[in-house]
T-cell receptor
């Protein structure tokens, strides 16, 4: 079975400060990891993913995430937060050895609030 | 490309009524998914399809049905609406090769 934990329901950060949204995962094989963002009353938008290769993944809107296999983590980061980054962020995982349905398991989401 | 489209955007149902949530994608994706999103609970997979004519249950399928007669369309049917089905429903699709799922804008359903 695969699972994702986002330990923080909400993260508050001042505009211009670095931000981190945490994610840990559990899979039996190798993980495929994703971050999505949801703005109010909108669908989820893809930010970035880790499949293989470099542990530091760069994505849309200046976001990046670091894959850490030993800590089973995939934290989302941005060097300088913008008020427009305020949204709900979801981490998701798929076991690379799973059957061919490409199902993702999502975390419960972390609400990011960037304070002007 | 319109991507993934969903209709309706909003709907209020009475207990026991039925309805179909429509989902269409124009990206020729084989894999399609239905999720429900409840506050603080993330997204739960209801049903998915790996191609036309092939569907399977996800984590929370009770009270729902799906069909996949074409690559483009993946409707979700609620037969006897219950208050527990009040939620926001999202449809998504992917090629499978990239693993990136593309989401529709959602349908907000209230059952009273």
């Amino acid at each position: 079975a695969q699972s994702v934990a986002q330990p923080e329901d909400q993260v508050n950060v001042a505009e211009g400060n670095p931000l981190t949204v945490k994610c840990t995962y559990s899979v039996s094989g190798n993980p495929y990891l994703f971050w999505y963002v949801q703005y109010p009353n909108r669908g989820l938008q893809f930010l970035l993913k880790y499949i293989t290769g470099d542990n530091l993944v760069k994505g849309s809107y200046g976001f990046e995430a670091e894959f850490n296999k030993s800590q089973t983590s995939f934290h989302l980061k941005k060097p300088s937060a913008l008020v427009s980054d305020s949204a709900l962020y979801f981490c998701a995982v798929r076991d690379s050895s799973g059957a061919g349905s490409y199902q993702l398991t999502f975390g419960k989401g972390t609400k990011l609030s960037v304070i002007p | 490309n319109a991507g993934v489209t969903q209709t309706p955007k909003f709907r209020i149902l009475k207990i026991g009524q039925s309805m179909t949530l429509q989902c269409t994608q124009d990206m020729n994706h084989n894999y399609m998914y239905w999720y429900r999103q409840d506050p603080g609970m993330g997204l739960k997979l209801i049903y998915y399809s790996v191609g036309a004519g092939i569907t399977d249950k996800g984590e929370v399928p009770n009270g729902y049905n799906v069909s996949r007669s074409t690559t483009e369309d993946f409707p979700l049917r609620l037969e006897l609406a219950a208050p527990s089905q009040t939620s926001v429903y999202f449809c998504a699709s992917t090629t499978g090769f990239s693993d990136t799922q593309y989401f529709g804008p959602g349908t907000r359903l209230t059952v009273l």
